[in-house]
């Protein structure tokens, strides 16, 4: 980690670093070293996950204050493919629909990752993580939410940090299809369509309903 002074701070010898998480647990700092005399040092910090940690550094008997204060975040996490990209019927039918983000900077704790579909996150009882012999690769599977539209945006969520949107990471829901529409006399009334996948039970952040009646071509 390498640290930037503003200004002239005094980084002189044997400055000292801490590092902070927003819950007031400290990260241990090592292998201090200044890179640039009273411009920058590095340290070197543990594996981890997040953002938002606070940095203060300490030269004799002076220290940063709240200069630092949550500006050290991990990088982000980085999907990298998705399958499946589409919903089916089979998929509907039963109920579950799952998917499989593969990427890196996932982390090694399940329970601090989300996945999130559009603008709505998948049940956390359904995530699984795998870790592959590939790179530091994570396979992560997640049960899709119930939702609607095309290619929506999916992101994954580690430790509060968010993915960045990447238009090829995103997923299908199934097209609503109509069977069958009830008659309508000529003063007009309500028509009821039958189909599949018409919308959902209730309203979704990502989904809105439209119908419409195209007249007939002549």
Do not use: W
Not at 82 to 98: C, F, N, R, W, Y
Request: glycine share 12%; hydrophobic share 40%; with cysteine.
């Amino acid at each position: 980690m390498n640290t930037t002074g503003a200004g002239d701070p005094a980084f002189g010898a044997g400055p000292a670093v801490t590092i902070t998480s927003a819950s007031g647990a400290d990260l241990p700092c090592t292998n201090i070293t200044v890179a640039t005399p009273h411009k920058d040092i590095t340290c070197e910090i543990a594996k981890g996950t997040g953002g938002n940690y606070s940095i203060l550094v300490a030269v004799g008997s002076q220290n940063s204050g709240t200069t630092g204060d949550k500006k050290m975040s991990y990088h982000p996490p980085v999907p990298e493919s998705i399958a499946p990209l589409e919903q089916t019927q089979v998929d509907l039918d039963s109920g579950k629909t799952m998917i499989t983000v593969i990427g890196t900077n996932f982390g090694d704790d399940y329970t601090k990752l989300k996945v999130k579909v559009g603008d709505v996150f998948s049940d956390q009882d359904s995530i699984r993580m795998f870790f592959l012999n590939e790179g530091g690769k994570v396979e992560v599977v997640a049960k899709v939410p119930a939702g609607a539209g095309a290619k929506v945006p999916v992101r994954v969520v580690v430790d509060g940090v968010e993915s960045v949107l990447n238009s090829n990471i995103t997923f299908t829901y199934l097209a609503p299809y109509v069977t069958s529409v009830t008659p309508v006399g000529t003063a007009g009334g309500e028509v009821k369509s039958l189909g599949e996948t018409l919308a959902p039970m209730a309203p979704s952040p990502t989904s809105s309903l439209l119908a419409a009646i195209l007249a007939p071509a002549h």
